[in-house]
């Protein structure tokens, strides 16, 4: 309306009316406004009737021709609404693109980031623009708050640096064979790390596609921890079946444990429960292991399997702290599903024995009394270590020490 007088010129040169004069009419037309005014300068002196027949069809006003020097003028007026909202952006080059190291910090895709994501915002982005009658997706998590973690972008860049390969970056033949029951012992935890590694790959891929792509940098971040997953689970079956083992036995403790994870809908509840309960305490775990395995190649998978772990925490962290520091309220919802999934988990009032007795034989070396007890004394410790780091993550979050201790307390035996 406001572009009344504007004129928009296209330089059509001999094109004869056809589907290529009209598909070039027909996206001016498209980004053009409302009674903005269309000039089609052409070559051909006789193409009026045509245009004036188009524009009937497509609702807009023909206002005639003009004769140029060698050229003549033909103007149309949209009168039909717009079918955009906004203009798309231009000239806008990206940081990183002189010295070849763009990153994904460095987009500038909206000159802000919505608290909330656009209703019309579909299988897309910031800074695209949607034609008017595109269907909405209503995306479950349109919310910055419910999914948002500041640092999502740096650890996307981290992690594609990071990637590593379950294949050739391990070297399988110098794994030694071991004693059968130490061999034994490490394909039991190899088992149990195979479980846990698929809650992890399956839990944020359960929410994916619940999660608005305006917010792309989330998404891309969870595609790439999906990808650390299913390595991880690459890794360990390997290594369990490196000497002949195998996979040994899951207890229902973990299935236990893990369905507790997996059955959580709501996504900073899961975020909670999953990175800085669960991976947390399973970074702990695998210092644990790194530091007790008796072989370097089996030491360096285990290393670099903590590594992409210690990235899905460093996530989890600030998305949660970020959602409690805009809502409060949210520690008590917090602690009540840290509490109801321990009350799920007392049904049972057990441990995962196999997997303890397998972590003090490898850290004791052997299953000989001695050995076994000093190991067992180990995985004691281990316990006191996760604990107390959980209470740090926990405090770091923005919970009390009191409630940090409680929730720490309550958190399965399962370590997951």
């Keep these: 309306m406001n572009n009344q007088n504007h004129c928009i010129s296209i330089f059509t040169g001999h094109l004869k009316p056809s589907q290529a004069l009209f598909l ?15 000039e089609i300068i052409s070559l051909n002196p006789n193409i009026e009737t045509e245009l004036r027949g188009w524009a009937k069809i497509k609702g807009h006003l023909y206002l005639g021709r003009e004769v140029l020097k060698q050229q003549y003028s033909y103007k149309i007026q949209k009168i039909t609404k717009n079918s955009f909202s906004s203009s798309a952006s231009w000239n806008k080059k990206m940081k990183g693109i002189e010295t070849s190291n763009p990153k994904l910090k460095d987009l500038n895709l909206s000159e802000e980031i919505l608290d909330k994501a656009p209703i019309d915002n579909g299988l897309l982005t910031r800074g695209i623009v949607t034609q008017e009658g595109s269907p909405h997706y209503n995306f479950e998590l349109s919310h910055k708050e419910l999914i948002w973690s500041d640092p999502v972008s740096i650890l996307y860049e981290e992690g594609k640096n990071l990637q590593w390969n379950a294949t050739t970056d391990i070297a399988w033949n110098e794994i030694p064979n071991l004693n059968p029951i130490l061999e034994k012992a490490i394909c039991q935890i190899m088992t149990y790390l195979v479980e846990n590694e698929f809650s992890a790959l399956y839990i944020p891929g359960k929410f994916i596609s619940k999660i608005n792509p305006y917010y792309m940098e989330v998404p891309l971040f969870l595609s790439s921890l999906m ?9 360990f079956t390997k290594r369990a079946n490196a000497n002949g083992g195998g996979f040994q036995y899951s207890s229902e403790v973990t299935q236990r444990s893990l369905y507790s994870l997996f059955k959580e809908e709501d996504y900073i509840k899961s975020s909670f429960l999953l990175h800085v309960m669960g991976e947390g305490t399973f970074v702990d775990l695998l210092s644990f292991l790194e530091k007790y395995m008796p072989d370097e190649a089996t030491k360096k998978l285990i290393k670099l399997a903590k590594r992409d772990e210690m990235r899905h925490v460093a996530y989890g962290m600030e998305h949660v702290r970020s959602a409690i520091e805009q809502n409060p309220y949210r520690i008590n919802s917090l602690k009540n599903t840290a509490f109801k999934r321990k009350e799920f988990m007392d049904e049972l009032n057990t441990e995962s024995t196999m997997l303890l007795e397998s972590l003090a034989i490898l850290a004791g070396g052997s299953d000989e009394p001695d050995d076994y007890k000093r190991g067992f004394e180990l995985v004691e410790e281990l316990k006191k270590t996760m604990n107390k780091n959980r209470i740090k993550r926990l405090i770091d979050i923005g919970m009390d020490e009191d409630l940090a201790n409680d929730i720490s307390k309550a958190h399965t035996p399962n370590f997951m």
């Design 24 to 38: 070039k009419l027909e996206n001016v037309f498209l980004v053009s406004n409302t009674y903005e005014i269309i």
């Design 227 to 235: 990808n650390d997953e299913a390595r991880h689970i690459e890794v």
